[in-house]
């Protein structure tokens, strides 16, 4: 069974760092483009930042500067590196990966259980 495992959440200062890491969990024959979403109670999950399986990013306007989104193709794993964080970046942090389990496979998207991320002022 293929699943994303999430690790690194916890509480910080404003202006701390943290990093997030995703691992696929399962034997896979490719991954896709991988997210980083985040969600606050009572509002929409907001995607935060996209990695292709190129290695090409984008990020929401809020965090750019700030956190970065890598990869390792070779142990199927993510991560998110959050620098200068902030009160406004507190949420659950949930992976997500458009996965193909076999060669003859369609793409379907996994999501992690969701990490909490607090930042205090």
């Known amino acids: 069974q293929v699943q994303l495992v999430e690790s690194g959440g916890g509480l910080v200062q404003a202006g701390g760092s943290l990093r997030l890491s995703c691992a696929v969990s399962?034997?896979?024959?490719?991954?896709?483009?991988m997210d980083w979403y985040r969600q606050v109670p009572g509002k929409q999950r907001e995607q935060v930042a996209t990695?292709?399986?190129?290695?090409?990013?984008n990020y929401t306007d809020s965090v750019k500067g700030r956190f970065t989104i890598s990869r390792d193709n070779a142990k199927n794993t993510m991560l998110l590196q959050m620098n200068g964080l902030k009160p406004a970046d507190t949420a659950v942090y949930y992976c997500?990966?458009?996965?193909?389990?076999?060669?003859?496979?369609?793409?379907?998207?996994?999501w992690g259980q969701g990490i909490q991320v607090t930042v205090s002022s």
């Open positions: 990695i292709t399986s190129g290695g090409i990013t």
């Open positions: 399962g034997r896979i024959f490719s991954a896709n483009t």
């Open positions: 997500k990966a458009d996965l193909r389990r076999r060669s003859f496979s369609v793409l379907t998207d996994y």
